[in-house]
Nanobody, 114 residues
Framework: QVQLVESGGGLVQAGGSLRLSCAAS????????MGWYRQAPGKQRELVAS???????NYADSVKGRFTISRDNAKNTVYLQMNSLKPEDTAVYSC????????WGQGTQVTVSS
């Protein structure tokens, strides 16, 4: 079974940057999708960005041009580089691995102050 651990969240001023990491406990082999989701208080959880085993990426319209998802297969880690952060980006960000089974990390808090 795979465990996912997120890190890199914190408090940042509007316009600043953060890099989130999602480290998996084992190598991910085969067809998969890894994604970053976020949920703000009073709002539905939404997909922020995803990357497939083939390297295809997708982004929510609200973060296009500001966020970049990437991976380091040797480190079993997926990253989310967040630039030009806005207060509306404030949320708990969670990592998800979809393959034969579905795995979620515990989430990391991102707070963007105005």
């Amino acid at each position: 079974q795979v465990q996912l651990v997120e890190s890199g969240g914190g408090l940042v001023q509007a316009g600043g940057s953060l890099r989130l990491s999602c480290a998996a406990s084992a190598s991910i082999i085969g067809i998969y999708t890894m994604g970053w989701y976020r949920q703000a208080p009073g709002k539905q959880r939404e997909l922020v960005a995803s990357i497939t085993s083939g390297g295809s990426t997708n982004y929510a319209d609200s973060v296009k041009g500001r966020f970049t998802i990437s991976r380091d297969n040797a480190k079993n880690t997926v990253y989310l580089q967040m630039n030009s952060l806005k207060p509306e980006d404030t949320a708990v960000y969670s990592c998800r691995l979809t393959m034969r089974l579905d795995y979620w990390g515990q989430g990391t808090q991102v707070t963007v102050s105005s």
